[in-house]
């Protein structure tokens, strides 16, 4: 490989030197007719070579808090955000459309804001139905899906 580079150098240098008028030392017609002729077809040949284009296929995933590839073992932490972290903030509820219904919640441990809308995937929880006061969420544990309610907090002095 080495050899093979140093003659690829060797045939550029030649190139320019022939291709700026000069002569090289050493060389005596047909031999240097040779390498011009060897290196016209390695620089043909080079120029034919197309540049290689790499593509790279993206993935991403919906609202999911954790990489399905990675263990759960190993991503510790990366399942959040927890039922119990949540709070609800508002809830806008459309009775006729239920597909309009928007969510809006803040997770307690590190202030990040979801605005979520049925079937969103909030870290391993699924919203399943957005009420007037409250969102069903569907948590798939070991296989065995279970239903838990978040509700509003009502203030005090405040009517429904």
Do not use: W
Not at 6 to 31: N, Q
Not at 95 to 123: C, E, F, K, T
């Amino acid at each position: 490989m080495a050899h093979r580079r140093h003659r690829v150098s060797s045939v550029i240098g030649i190139l320019a030197a022939t291709a700026c008028g000069f002569e090289l030392p050493g060389t005596a017609g047909s031999a240097a007719q040779d390498q011009t002729a060897e290196s016209a077809q390695v620089a043909e040949d080079t120029a034919r070579v197309q540049p290689l284009q790499l593509v790279r296929e993206v993935f991403s995933y919906r609202g999911a808090g954790r990489d399905p590839f990675r263990s759960l073992l190993q991503s510790g932490g990366a399942v959040r955000p927890f039922l119990e972290d949540l709070r609800v903030t508002s809830i806008y509820h459309d009775p006729r459309y239920a597909a309009r219904s928007v969510a809006v919640l803040r997770d307690l441990s590190d202030g990040r804001r979801y605005d979520i809308r049925v079937n969103d995937q909030v870290g391993r929880m699924r919203v399943a139905e957005i009420r007037a006061f409250e969102i069903v969420f569907m948590i798939e544990d070991f296989g065995m899906p279970r239903q838990e309610v978040l509700s509003v907090r009502r203030r005090e002095g405040r009517s429904p």
